[in-house]
């Protein structure tokens, strides 16, 4: 009898081991299933020779055979007979190797995180859908699917991408679908527009309008006036100083009454001697070694692995276009064909208001506006969570979009106000697949222009260059007409007089064609001195030292090659320590003989103001002068110190205090009875820096170095160990061209050379493959960090031969 009950005991043991180890149990992944032989992560080891250099693939849904090549990166050049099968394809090869990547990064902006990790991203599903990411992609998608070509785009990709998905199995699986324990379910085209969606939140979806109110509420608007100004004193702008209208600006909506008294000062004029224009820039003939235009373009986003972009040619009649690709959207976003290229970067435009409510009663369910109570729409959100019951989230809309919290809660963005409805452009129809389409067909300037006008958000800076030796910029999307500042703070939901009237006309968007300097160029900067430019579309912007060094270099440019552009791409010149740095030597004054202050400061008397890998000096600059900037600033602004969600003064701001206003009363620390001084503060930070870095690396030494200080990880999307890039050895930094930060830098970098045979250039932080297991992982992660370029492999038909490409594939 014992001995029944003792193997009883052992088969239910192990059968419980068993079910463990093929259960995902909270953040455990089901072990046997991932460490299986049969089917497990093993299964994802792919090294160069397994890939297949001939194959045909009989894949339903295709009209006609495409034939695809793969060059020595593993980029598809995709050559098809007619649009349904190029974007058929294109879907289908994207997901062969980034399928896991942009399911989930579509699961993230759908606010559906929660069903396959469970309740730990609750609270980001439910945040994602009250900002009105589903809401705002539905009405995009229904207007991309009324149009013809749009529909046909996002039909055909989304049936490529199923078509892959049905070939796999529990083995083939991508790796992280092991790791989280679950399967890809049918792609749609809604996935893509939500794709898109994600980029706008990341691009738009933050502002400071609460902030800005709280300090307008505390300190009055003279104060406001004063150290939120609404032109700096240091820029350059996107479209050069100058430029001359070329059209009849639209009346521009009234101010209200209520936001008379708080109207800030005249902008201060501009310094016409000054380098004018403004990461991505374009040089015409004129200034170029072959008498063609260049362009390069690098934007700055997370740098992850796998990389958020991803290198396509294709081609079919009417468009022969290389560029990269998100993942999970057709198309070439960034590129070029045999005639132009255009690239991108963000305008920084305010295109996200918030407005108080005033509700009748507690049950919100009507709200002041116009003179009458008006009801709130609720939006169910049915928010799916592992192995717990679903979450209904209610969500009520006005006419201006969501309330995204209507009662008292902590919110997941600080900054999100209480009580108060969102309008933002993603929330309203557009199609901008539309624009791509038609962007990667462009072939002169008429044509590039023309396929803007269907772009809404994010609102993007479009450069552009052609072999007929036009180059342009356009910033460009859907800006609202507004009052001057309106939005900076704060809108009342009650009066119909501060929410937005109309729009700004596509054709009056700012921009610029073939400037007498010769180049164009934008850096998150304004995008136009408000002298110029009728209509107000922000206040804050990017600071202004990453645009300012580059119109700096390309000011000075002639006979420039595709790597004079690749050099100013990686110029690591830091503008502000190089107008900071003297300033705060002298205010820190002599210290003691031999102390670590002296060396210190020897060694920053000594540095070039250049942020490379081993410059000691740029640790020390900008621990000193973060900290110095903490400390004028956190008794005044800080929460922990006003009880209040503000934001400091922009740098311009605060370097102009601190070049020129050593006995303003913002200096003195408020929390403590002495009176402080600005070289007390100067010097107190400074010794902050030498104590933080002593802590972290000890005594001064070439251990102190930027690279070591700066830490530039690129991260698997998940964070798992070992799957990322911690510490790559590099330079660059926040507000230098290589604005290679700790997490965020260029994603890309292109060059494009224009003329009778287009030439390019261009690598991203990682490789083609989001398989983990795969030497196309990260394969161009090297040659990115020393700032190298590879040339891009662009072919004029499928049978043109070329020793970079390395296999062909039949699909039927």
Known sequence: MLSWIKALLTLAAGLALVWALNTKLGDTPPFGKLLSPY?????????????????????????????????????????????????????????????????????????????????????????????????????????AMAEPTSRLVLTAYAEGVNSYIKTLTPATLPFEYKLLDYAPEPWEPLKSVLILK????????????????????????????????????????VIPLGTPLDFTPQPVPPVPAAFKAAEAEEVPPYDARKELGSNNFAVSGARSATGFPLLANDPHLQLNL????????????????????????????????????????????????????????????????????????????????????????????THHGPVVYDHQEEPFLSQTPIGHALRWTAHDAANEFLTFYHLNRAHDYASYVASLASYGAPAQNFIYADAAQDIALWPNGRFPLKWREQGKFVL??????????????????????????????????FSAHPRDYPYYLNWDYSGSERARRINQRLARMTQATPDSLRQLQNDNLGLNAQLMLPRLLA?????????PAAKAQAELRRWNYQYSADAIGASLFEVWYNE???????????????????????????????????????????RTPAHETMPQLARQSLDFAIDSLTRKFGPQSTKWRWANQKSTDILHLLKIKGFGHDDVDCGGGAGIVNATSERNGPSWRM???????????????????????????????ENWRVGKLDELVFLRSAQEQNPRVSAEWKLQ
Not at 587 to 595: E, M, N, R, V, Y
């Open 39 to 143: 089917r497990g992560f093993w299964r994802n080891a792919e090294a160069a020779a397994d890939f297949p250099t001939q194959q045909e693939l009989q894949l339903p849904g295709l009209q006609q055979p495409v034939t695809v090549r793969y060059d020595d990166h593993r980029v598809p050049h995709v050559f098809a007979l007619n649009d349904h099968d190029l974007y058929y394809a294109q879907g289908y090869l994207t997901a062969r190797d980034r399928l896991w990547q942009m399911d989930f990064v579509s699961h993230v902006a759908a606010g559906r995180l929660s069903e396959i990790v469970g309740p730990a991203r609750l609270e980001t599903d439910r945040f994602f859908r009250r900002m009105g990411l589903g809401f705002g992609a539905e009405k995009s998608l229904k207007a």
């Open 492 to 525: 009342d939901g009650r009066d119909p007089a501060q929410e937005w009237q109309s729009w700004i006309p596509a054709a009056q968007n700012p921009h610029v064609r073939n400037p007498a300097r010769g180049f164009v160029s934008s850096a998150n900067q």
């Open 306 to 397: 796998p990389s958020i972009w991803y290198q396509v040619q294709l081609q079919a009649p009417g468009v022969n276009v290389y560029g990269v690709s998100i993942p999970g959207a057709p198309f070439a976003i960034i590129g070029f064909n045999e005639q132009v290229a255009w690239g991108v970067t963000n305008t920084y435009a305010d295109v996200l208001d918030w407005f108080q409510l005033k509700f009748k009663d507690n049950t919100r369910r009507e709200y002041w506006h116009d003179g009458r109570w008006k009801p709130l729409t609720p939006r169910v959100e049915r928010i799916k969570v592992r192995d717990r019951p679903d979450r209904l989230d209610t969500v009520l809309y």
């Open 198 to 237: 994600y980029m706008a939140f990341d691009l738009t979806g933050k502002s400071d309008d609460m902030r800005m109110s709280n300090a307008l509420a505390k300190y009055g608007p003279a104060v406001v006036k004063d150290l939120f100004p609404d032109y700096p004193r240091r820029e350059s702008p």
């Open 751 to 781: 060059v494009v050379a224009l003329g009778p045979q287009v030439r390019a250039y261009g690598l991203f932080p990682g490789g083609q493959s989001g398989n983990p297991g795969s030497v196309y992982y990260d394969n161009m992660l």
């Open 628 to 670: 110095l900037v903490k400390r004028l600033w956190d008794d005044d602004f800080g929460k922990k110190a006003t009880g209040l969600e503000m934001r400091p003064p922009a740098r311009d701001r605060t370097n102009n205090l601190l070049l020129s206003e050593e006995n303003s009363p913002w200096v003195d620390d408020r």
């Open 587 to 595: 205010l820190a004054g002599t210290p003691a003989a031999k102390s």
